[in-house]
């Protein structure tokens, strides 16, 4: 399994947007995450298997 490595200023833009609070901008990413399984979950519920072709969400990464 390989892993893209976020480039640094990226990295650096989100902990400059929580005003140089790494812990808070981890908390928000974690946030974030949660709300998009939720949002994921949602949608493989609402969608058909035919419409989905038989398509599974994962809700982890591999």
Same mark, same amino acid.
């Given at each position: 399994? &390989?892993t893209k490595a976020a480039p640094q200023q990226e990295i650096d833009a989100v902990? %400059?947007? !929580?005003?140089?609070? +790494?812990?808070? +901008?981890? /908390? %928000? $990413? $974690?946030?974030? +995450?949660?709300?998009? /399984?939720?949002? $994921? !979950?949602?949608? &493989?519920? $609402?969608? &058909?298997?035919? !419409?989905? /072709?038989?398509? /599974? #969400?994962? !809700? %982890?990464? #591999?």
């Open positions: 399994m &390989s902990i %400059e947007a !929580y005003g140089g609070d +790494a812990r808070a +901008a981890v /908390r %928000e $990413l $974690l946030a974030d +995450a949660d709300f998009l /399984r939720d949002q $994921l !979950y949602t949608a &493989s519920v $609402l969608v &058909s298997k035919g !419409y989905a /072709r038989g398509w /599974r #969400p994962q !809700y %982890e990464r #591999p």
